[in-house]
Every structure is written in C-alpha cells, then in structure tokens.
C-alpha cells in the first residue's frame, strides 16, 4: 500500500489560499489520489480525486506533478468553517489507508 | 438517498458487555468498511466487504471484534467481551462498485462507544 505523508498542522486566517502537500513517493501506476475532509463528530467526505495534471471542483483544486510522487490541495478564500482534518490517501479501488491527516485551523 | 446509516449514535457499556453496532449502506453500494476512530490511533480500517464478501479483515484486532454482512443493506460490527480500550467512534463507510475514478467512500455519522 502507498503510504502517505502530510504535515500534522496547519494554521491560516480567513480569506487566504490554503495549499496542503501530500507525499507519495511509491504510489503505483494504476493508484488515485483522494482527499477527503473531517470536521469534529463527522465522518470523512470526499473532496477532490485525481490521477494527474490537476483537477478543480467547486470546492478545491488538486496539483499532481509529472512524477506523481507529490500532490497539493489547494483550498481558495478560506473560510472558519474550512477548519477541519484533511486526509490524502492513494490507492486503487480499496486498498486506500487513512494517515493521520493535517488538522488545518482558520483563524479570524 | 438517505447516506449510510449507523446506529445506534451513542453506546456506553460496562466492560464484559457485547456490543453490536449497525450499518446500512447506500442502496446499490456494493463495498463496506468499518473504521474505529480514536486520538491515539487515528482512523484505522478494521474489515471491508465486496458483495457482502469480507475481503480483508487484517485490521480487526483480535477475536473479540467480528463482523458480519448478511445481506447487501445490513451489516454489524459486534465486539464480545468489550473491554475499555475498545472506546472510540465506529464509522461505516460504503461505496459503489467499480474501478479507479470516482471510488469515492461515504461515511455515516458514526457510532461513539464508551466501555466503562
């Protein structure tokens, strides 16, 4: 299984651009990268997936090198409600594991 | 749809007591997993079924976890004896069939247990 590596925190204020990096030196040819959030007392949700290049939805935008052994989470205009546990995980269909995540707090 | 369902939402228990936690996934999911959840060990994957099959149990701790998915909408976590340490929030997650893209997992709203 891939492994993952993400900083333990993060701290931002209210309006900023917040990108978290995520390494996965040994992710394999056929493995995804997915990014999921956890806000206190919820379980994970889905943000953004991708493969390569990047990827934008509504919510966020997903950077991945040519090399795939590194990915970004870019989260536009940060709000307080954004403050929340974010997980990268890499894998392929249901071999993904969570890591500890990155705790991201958004200051006023 | 409703999402994944759990219940119940909250269990406290006396050690030496069994313990069963529900799930219902999402209709037409055909994967589940159950996670346990706490400070120290983070999110940790204890089974996952395909097509009510377990697959990959390697994460249950030891024999008194077990789980079971009779059927494509039901599936429970029972833990016999539960002992303290086994306090943490359960999360059941689903997801549809199918390769690569989009594998998405949907998590319900857990289940927090508290063995006193």
């Known amino acids: 299984l891939a492994k993952t590596t993400q900083p333990i925190s993060m701290d931002s204020y209210e309006g900023q651009e917040v990108n978290i990096t995520c390494s996965h030196n040994n992710i394999a040819t056929n493995d995804y990268i997915t990014w999921y959030q956890q806000f206190p007392s919820q379980g994970p949700r889905f943000i953004i997936q991708?493969?390569?290049t990047k990827v934008t939805n509504e919510v966020a935008s997903l950077f991945i090198p040519a090399d795939r052994k590194s990915s970004t989470l870019s989260l536009p205009r940060v709000s307080l409600s954004d403050t929340a546990v974010y997980y990268c995980?890499?894998?392929?269909?249901?071999?993904?594991?969570f890591g500890a995540g990155t705790r991201l707090t958004v200051k006023p | 749809d409703a999402g994944v369902i759990q219940s119940p939402r909250h269990e406290v228990t006396e050690m030496g007591q069994e313990v069963t936690l529900r799930c219902k996934p999402i209709s037409g999911h055909n994967s589940l997993f159950w996670y346990r959840q706490t400070m120290m060990r983070g999110l940790e994957l204890l089974i996952y079924?395909?097509?009510?099959?377990?697959?990959?149990d390697s994460g249950m701790p030891e024999d008194r976890f077990s789980a079971k998915m009779p059927n494509a909408s039901f599936s429970t976590l029972k833990i016999q004896p539960s002992e303290p340490r086994d306090s943490a929030v359960y999360f059941c997650?689903?997801?549809?069939?199918?390769?690569?893209?989009?594998?998405?997992?949907?998590f319900g709203a857990g289940t927090r247990l508290s063995v006193l």
């Open positions: 995980l890499v894998g392929f269909n249901n071999d993904m594991r």
């Open positions: 997650a689903s997801r549809r069939g199918g390769l690569g893209l989009k594998n998405i997992q949907y």
């Open positions: 991708g493969y390569k």
């Open positions: 079924f395909n097509n009510n099959v377990p697959i990959d």
